[in-house]
């Protein structure tokens, strides 16, 4: 079996959101400084990297991650060319599609490298989440940090969470090929949080 590794590295060069905080590691005790063991304290958006938004994200009374199955974050998925960072319309998404359309969608923009969210120009349009919505997909995935251009009303965000589908976003698809696989994401078991990193992993039978 093969295994793509997905997941953007945490550290303080890792792109965040404007206005977000870098992950940080603070050393709270240290062998090299003469105790018995190291532990660190972590400091983390649960927007940050490679992370799932859930619908409490924009619905105040939207389920958090905790609710989403691990049904829709494990199962087969389709990965596919985007372009190179112009958001995709609904016209332009529908050829690229399979038929039927899978449950779980990953969208390669560009070279599949996740940007600096001041950088990004991928995505798609709300009438695209429109054509996903009424296709049934359950979770859609972006190689950048929003599933859609940069914006204060979060269109396509409505209209995806508000399905029930679950984004993915900040995955690193540069070393995935097009294709069928299987996807496994599985965010931090954490009540309450309206979104939180996790670890997507592909594999190839």
Avoid at 18 to 27: F, H, K, S, Y
Avoid at 83 to 107: K, N, T, V
Avoid at 138 to 159: F, K, M, N, Y
């Amino acid at each position: 079996m093969t295994v793509h590794d997905i997941t953007q590295l945490l550290g303080p060069g890792t792109p965040v959101w404007p206005g977000d905080t870098p992950p940080t590691v603070t050393r709270t005790s240290s062998i090299e400084a003469g105790d018995l063991c190291t532990t660190s304290w972590l400091s983390v958006s649960a927007h940050v990297g490679t992370h799932i938004d859930a619908p409490r994200h924009l619905f105040a009374a939207g389920a958090d991650t905790e609710a989403i199955p691990l049904a829709v974050l494990v199962g087969p998925c389709v990965v596919l060319a985007a372009g190179a960072g112009q958001p995709l319309s609904a016209a332009e998404l529908a050829p690229l599609l399979p038929d039927p359309a899978p449950e779980r969608l990953l969208l390669r923009f560009g070279a599949g490298l996740p940007p600096a969210a001041d950088g990004w120009a991928g995505g798609l349009l709300p009438d695209a989440a429109d054509l996903l919505v009424r296709l049934g997909v359950r979770l859609v995935g972006v190689s950048g940090p929003s599933v859609e251009p940069p914006g204060d009303a979060l269109p396509v965000h409505l209209r995806l969470l508000g399905a029930g589908i679950v984004i993915l976003e900040g995955i690193d698809l540069s070393g995935a090929p097009d294709g069928p696989h299987q996807l496994v994401c599985a965010p931090l078991r954490w009540a309450g949080l309206d979104g939180a990193p996790c670890r997507a992993l592909l594999l190839e039978a």
